[in-house]
């Protein structure tokens, strides 16, 4: 092919054009509303009288207490990875691939914990594992301020993102490929690990990476369940922020989780690539097919069992207490303003949260799904490709970080947006993000490529091959995608505890707020509050799943 012909320069020069318009959305935002203010605030955390101490580094370092911090922060999220990918996996599989009746409305309850504040799950622990709590009334036991009180509740919060992320690919795998390895003499396991595991590789390794970011930044649940002899980076940097005022220890606190959450990014985006192949999808609702034999229906079984047992009962523990004031008397002092922390009737968190929630969802998708599609050109320069990894690192820097550098950064025109409230939705999207650009790449990487080339043979434009090749495709992926930006975004604390303002709170600020007051009337409230919201993720996320069933045809 004479690649000077015009018709050839001019597909080159459109597909240049694509790629960097793709690429300028996710840039822009993440400049200006995450590496500008992390590094703003990092910035004044090692300027000490105008002179930049970098030495400080190596003085934090040195310390044994900063040590320990740093190898239990590492140590618990390996082993909250790994538990959660052993639990979560024969869950992951089920839901693929097996239909039994209320599947829909299981999904949407299994994520309902992961949306939940992290100081309300580990509440939730503390009153099942801890002093008076189930265990200690069934059977004296008491794992509170132990390890296994902080692994648990990570499974609790982690599993859902396993069983979406691994399970959304799971289901839409073509099974007559390992049907095909089995009639030519493999055994059903050899079958599955030579055929469907190298195709589910992606979706795990990606499915690993959020859960060990999220237990890596690991505050409410370690803060309550782990005391004083355990804490993580996230608790450290928040500790010395808020409690002790050294700015300039949490800014070296944060340029190390920085630094290692980008060498882990590193990593796993290297690994994922040379992992990647063109997998053969269908469409998932021809997958799914009732239990046969005894072995499924116990399969089934162990993993209703494990949903009823480690994610049920925490849950049925915040609906317990919320109900303890006779004549619902938690719920009705929802509705009543205390002229002290909130200066509206904390009921109306539920609104606000509803508003945030969509408008983070819009930007997240739209950001997120642009970066998507930009990643999974096979004309992607280097800065693309490495791009992947910088949009994950919102998950493993932290929070308590950027909600401080958001109101230290953005309080200048043409940005000063400390009294706008797009400032929450904006703080939750670059949470949101990074979950639409994992959800959506293993699907869109699974494309055949030369599906899109022959479109664009055929002088289709670039958008035109998206919306007639890709959409098709993602389309159910791209659902997962806004609803687990809608559900993260309906819990996020670290950041917008900070910037959320006093008359228009968000339901985990209220929350918080309510735990931080004395007294059972604001505790009541606090577990009256948790149940509105779980009740509002799960009705939310029940009608993203018959969304997504409905339109499952048309693909």
Known sequence: MDLARPEVVGRRTRSAAARLGLVAVPVAFFAVFFAYPVAAIVARGLDVDGVWRFGRLWDVLGQSDIRHVLWFTTWQALASTALTLLIALPGAYVFARFDFPGKQVLRAVVTVPFVLPTVV???????????GGLLDELWGVRLDTTVWAILLAHVFFNYAVVVRT???LW????????????MLGASRWTAWRTVTLPALGPAVAAAALMVFLFTFTSFGVVQILGGPAFSTLEVEIYRQTSEIFDLSTAAVLTIVQFVAVGAILAVHAWTVRRRESTLRLVDAALTARRPRGAGQWALLAGVLAVIVVLLLLPLAVLVQRSLDAPDLGYYRALTEADGGVFLVAPIEAIGNSLEYAVVATLIAVLVGGLAAAALTRRDAGRFVRGF???LMLPLGVSAVTVGFGFLISLDEPPLDLRSSWILVPLAQALVGVPFVVRTMLPVLRAVDDRLREAAAVLGASPWRVWREIDLPMVRRALLIAAGFAFAVSLGEFGATVFIARPDNPTLPVAVARLLGRAGDLNY????ALSTVLMVVCAVALLMLERLRTDRTGEF
């Open 388 to 390: 992947d990894a910088l």
């Open 121 to 131: 799950v580990g509440t939730a622990f503390l009153a099942l594992v801890g002093r």
């Open 524 to 527: 009541g409230q606090a577990m």
């Open 166 to 168: 691994v399970g959304g």
């Open 171 to 182: 289901a839409q795998l073509d099974p007559r490929q390992e049907e095909a390895a089995r």
